[in-house]
């Protein structure tokens, strides 16, 4: 496409005003409609691009195809329930659309006017529940960040103007100096999204106060958490917010270069960002003297190889300089000596989506928005045993119990919570007693669990804590890169008692020096993956210490997911069908027709498939 | 500039590290990965202290001094720590002392006995061959501690590249090349590694089983190979009058470095082939003569010749085993004495 410069801020409220007046979101006139197809990777996954192909289809051949436009939008959140689309004008929200739903789908809703009730949202008591607006998952969430996902054309640059988009670079070079918008960002009261959540000002401060003639911007995309996909989604959604919040930083900082580190398993975030960066740089908007000020910066993409560990900002700017990827010991800090021995600033997706906000809408807006230590909104990324598992913005200080139950939906199958576990490996949980409290960084964190990227997933009585912990701990075993003794050796032995405890085979002992492990990984790791590496185990231990003894002493573990401790018997209510014997995959069961079976325990695997073949409740798990 | 440490007052130099201005000092802090030549890395953790306004602990090789800094170097969680660390570096490997070719001379153990450790509280891994494919080192994984001296000493001091980390987390292990046995490397043998490393994972071959480091005398002496002079230790078994090893002055310009030819081609001293007198061939035999005769006939010899066919027939060629100050003496002879410009030397290119 061809894309014409835009040299001064009125060429930018031209364009702004011109694509606002055909925004898709809208319909694109009177006549025209508009149907916003989800196109983030999780609808892809579940089959956007097949009901993409049978919507146009039914279209051309139900004679709307002049009238109705197909567009495909960033994601709107509810990722489990993809393929998930909006009709432009009345805002309908329609998921899990098969290629099947196609032909209805345009002769109902888009000929008849006719809502396709089966498709919509169900609220209580299965109540069809179409509009996008009336829908509670989407009500109650505040978004800033995702503030264009589901709405824009991810790729289109006059649809990021149209809403707003660059009016907070523009502002900043034309009528703010660089102290004046890290001001901006004082105000605004940000902090780190990347998990540890530092202030954002003082970082970009202590960057700035570095003298050095060159500095860099650094993008923090390398999102490894397991169950965490929000800066995916940005970058999916709505790239340009990115390459808007570093062009505000590397003015802020003083920078005229910077790099974004996406990890090379999201390809479809690089080829958009890839996009958005090189239609940014043919208007104008990066590359030198932007909007006609003296100000000039680039961005250029690095792609990760899919270590964990390159998450770390001093492991991520080894892995920009093409070196092993292992942190660096701090001091000195990246702010003094980074990426090639420069001062650089390193900030994550999420905190810089929220820049260009922030400077058009001013710090104090920002900060009417969360607690008194922490302000704004975050993204988190909700998963395990919940009704609607997807991506959800809410203001900070927001609680569990909210997201959960209202926004979330509660839990599948109208189980009972018992922990959510925040923050991915490095976090911990956080059991039922504190479904009230506020998600906040300092609450987060007495209670033994972290903000981190916003990983958050929910468990009920199905979870055994101590495997949990195990889960996470081989995760972090496995991803340590090695440089230091007490991460590469301690986690794995850390795992090894865990497994032990699992196995039922562990004695009190081997928790004691559980602990002992714990808490020298977690003093003397030489980077934040070691140093919280533990926390898993700590929280678990701190809230559900009961289940550790359980395993211990009395063998056993009361979510019977502990394979070892585990046994499959078969009661009464067999009555010799010999289903469970011919599913049985080690021949553990025997009985003769008609008669009860018996599985013999020295034979079985405890994988469960009797269990799940039995269709006369005949087989028991204790 | 003034530091706190323990309680008592110091004067450092800025910029030292906590762990160069204790050591200048005298003030013990237990390190593994640390060394003066390759610097702090903070790889080992042993050497974590408290500071106090800084978050955590950290490690006394990595952060500097700074104006009225509190330091603490021992407390009971600090020990704690160390012990926990140094306990997973034990079980991690076989560190046989018994059979070591580097007890008494391994900085692991001197920290292990120093935190009272006597044996690894987790259970040790499978045990793997040595490496003994090259001719002068021997390479035992299971007592390397992945410190990353010898890949810092290949890669910066001598600059050959062959070392480096292969693999990631537990499974991280020094790799010649692309994880090659180290006789089909490109490795030179100029044994730097050895050198540096603080536990007997790279041993000198040849001085396998000929001596313990506590029963040879340490005799330091001028590399004689070339005119670099570089500084050497001779590990000298004296009932045997032998040379067991050899090992660089690290104190001297060559900080400890020496090429393949220094560190192992100790040999010659010994050899029987050596000529240990001066001999003059008489009647087709060569015969031991003094040293005032071999002269004399030499010189006398040279003048006959010269007088007779003109000083261009002479001609005299240095050598790179011995000093400047020798090799200045032949051509001044040659040019001054003799008169002709014949002068040439082995490492005249």
Same mark, same amino acid.
């Given at each position: ?622 | ?25 005298? @003030? ?7 060394? *003066?030549? !390759?610097?702090? %890395? +903070?790889?080992?953790?042993?050497? =974590?202290? #408290? @500071? ?7 490690? *006394?090789? !990595?952060?500097? %001094? +700074?104006?009225?800094?509190?330091? =603490?170097? #021992? ?275």
């Amino acid at each position: 496409m061809n894309i014409e410069r835009i040299a001064s801020i009125s060429t930018l409220e031209n364009i702004r005003d011109k694509a606002r007046a055909s925004s898709p979101e809208n319909g694109k006139s009177e006549e025209q409609e508009a149907v916003l197809l989800c196109a983030g990777g999780g609808c892809i996954a579940s089959g956007a691009y097949a009901f993409k192909e049978a919507l146009q289809s039914a279209l051309n051949s139900q004679g709307l195809a002049d009238k109705v436009t197909i567009i495909e939008t960033g994601c709107l959140g509810p990722c489990a329930q993809g393929p998930v689309c909006v009709i432009g004008r009345d805002k309908t929200y329609y998921q899990g659309l098969q290629p099947t739903d196609a032909e209805e789908l345009v002769s109902s809703h888009l000929k008849g006017n006719q809502i396709v009730e089966r498709l919509t949202w169900k609220g209580e008591g299965e109540k069809p529940v179409p509009v996008l607006a009336d829908i509670e998952f989407f009500k109650r969430q505040t978004k800033i960040v995702l503030r264009n996902c589901g709405r824009i054309v991810p790729t289109s640059l006059q649809d990021y103007i149209a809403h707003d988009g660059y009016a907070g670079l523009a502002k900043a070079l034309t009528s703010m100096t660089p102290e004046q918008v890290i001001d901006e960002v004082r105000i605004s009261g940000l902090r780190g999204r990347g998990g540890a959540g530092f202030p954002t000002h003082i970082k970009w401060t202590f960057t700035r106060n570095s003298e050095d003639p060159q500095k860099y911007i650094l993008c923090n995309a390398d999102e490894g958490d397991p169950g965490a996909y929000m800066d995916r989604s940005v970058l999916e959604g709505d790239p340009h917010s990115i390459v808007e919040g570093m062009a505000l930083g590397a003015y802020a900082i003083g920078s005229s270069k910077g790099y974004v580190y996406v990890r090379a398993e999201y390809p479809l975030a690089i080829e958009r960002l890839q996009i958005a960066i090189d239609a940014a740089r043919q208007a104008g908007l990066l590359g030198k003297r932007i909007l006609d000020t003296d100000f000039c910066f680039d961005v250029e993409i690095r792609m990760g190889s899919g270590a964990f560990v390159c998450g770390e900002e001093t492991a991520l700017i080894n892995s920009i300089e093409g070196k092993r990827g292992e942190p660096r010991p701090r001091p000195p800090f990246p702010a003094v000596k980074g990426l090639w021995q420069k001062p650089s600033c390193l900030n994550n997706v999420e905190t810089f989506a929220n820049i260009p906000a922030i400077i058009h809408r001013g710090g104090a807006w920002y900060a009417g928005m969360g607690t008194e230590k922490s302000k704004g909104t975050k993204v988190f990324a909700l998963a395990g045993a919940i009704n609607v598992s997807g991506l959800v913005e809410v203001p900070i200080g927001a609680k569990l119990r909210e997201i959960i139950y209202d926004i979330g939906g509660g839990i599948k199958g109208g189980g009972v919570f018992k922990a959510a576990q925040m923050g991915g490996p490095s976090g911990g949980c956080i059991p039922a007693a504190h479904l009230d409290v506020g998600l906040d960084y300092e609450t987060l964190q007495s209670l033994g669990a972290i903000m981190g990227s916003g990983g958050m997933i929910v468990m009920d009585e199905h979870s055994c804590m101590v495997d949990v912990a195990r889960f996470f701990l081989e995760f972090t075993q496995d991803e340590s890169c090695g440089k230091c003794v007490p991460c590469r050796e301690g986690t794995k032995r850390m795992q090894a008692i865990l497994t032990k405890i699992c196995a039922g085979e562990a004695s009190m002992e081997d928790l004691d020096l559980l602990e002992d492990l714990a808490s020298t990984v977690k003093s003397t790791s030489l980077c934040g993956l070691g140093q919280t590496a533990p926390n898993p185990v700590l929280s678990t231990l701190m809230h559900f210490r009961d289940e550790y003894v359980e395993h211990i002493t009395d063998r056993k573990c009361r979510a019977h997911v502990c394979p070892a401790l585990v046994q499959f018997n078969i009661n009464d209510n067999c009555t010799g069908c010999t289903l469970c014997a011919r599913r049985c995959p080690v021949q553990a069961i025997s009985g003769e027709k008609k008669e009860k079976h018996v599985i013999d325990q020295s034979l079985c695997i405890k994988c469960g498939a009797c269990l799940l073949a039995c269709k006369f409740e005949a087989v028991d798990k204790q | 500039m003034n530091i706190e440490l323990n309680g008592k007052i110091y004067e450092v130099e800025p910029g030292q590290t906590i762990l160069e201005a204790a050591r200048s000092h005298g @003030v013990y802090i237990p390190t593994l990965c640390y060394h *003066a030549k !390759t610097g702090g %890395v +903070g790889k080992c953790r042993v050497c =974590v202290v #408290e @500071v106090e306004g800084m978050r955590g602990i950290v490690t *006394a090789c !990595t952060v500097q %001094v +700074g104006e009225d800094m509190k330091i =603490v170097t #021992e407390s009971p969680s600090l020990r704690k720590h160390r012990k926990m660390v140094v306990d997973l570096l034990l079980s991690a490997g076989h560190h046989d002392c018994l059979s070591c070719a580097q007890c008494g001379n391994c900085e692991l153990q001197d920290v292990a006995y120093s935190l009272g450790l006597t044996h690894p509280s987790f259970p040790q891994p499978e045990r793997k061959p040595e490496d003994l494919s090259s001719e002068f080192l021997v390479f035992d994984e299971t007592k390397c501690i992945q410190c990353g001296r010898c890949i810092q000493g290949d890669n910066c001091t001598v600059i050959n590249d062959t070392l480096g980390f292969a693999y990631r987390g537990a499974d991280t292990k020094v790799s010649f090349d692309h994880d090659l046995p180290i006789g089909s490397s490109s490795c030179v043998q100029c044994g730097e590694c050895v050198q540096l490393c603080p536990t007997g994972a790279l041993t000198d071959k040849k001085a396998r089983g000929l001596g313990r480091n506590w029963e040879l005398e340490k005799v330091n002496t001028t590399c004689p190979y070339c005119g670099v002079g570089c500084q050497m230790t001779l590990h000298v078994d004296r009932k045997q009058n032998r040379i067991v090893r050899v090992t660089g002055r690290e104190d001297a310009f060559n900080e400890g470095m020496l090429c393949v030819k220094g560190r192992y081609g100790y040999d010659f001293p010994s050899s029987p082939k050596r000529l240990t007198h001066p001999m003059i061939r008489k009647n087709g035999v060569l015969e031991q003569v003094s040293w005032e005769e071999a002269l004399d006939y030499t010189a006398t010899r040279i003048k006959e010749i010269v007088d007779r066919d003109g000083p261009d027939v002479f001609s005299a060629f240095g050598s790179g085993r011995i000093t400047n100050e020798n090799n200045y003496a032949i051509q001044k002879f040659t040019r001054a004495v003799i008169g002709t410009n014949n002068v040439d030397h082995c490492a005249r290119t």
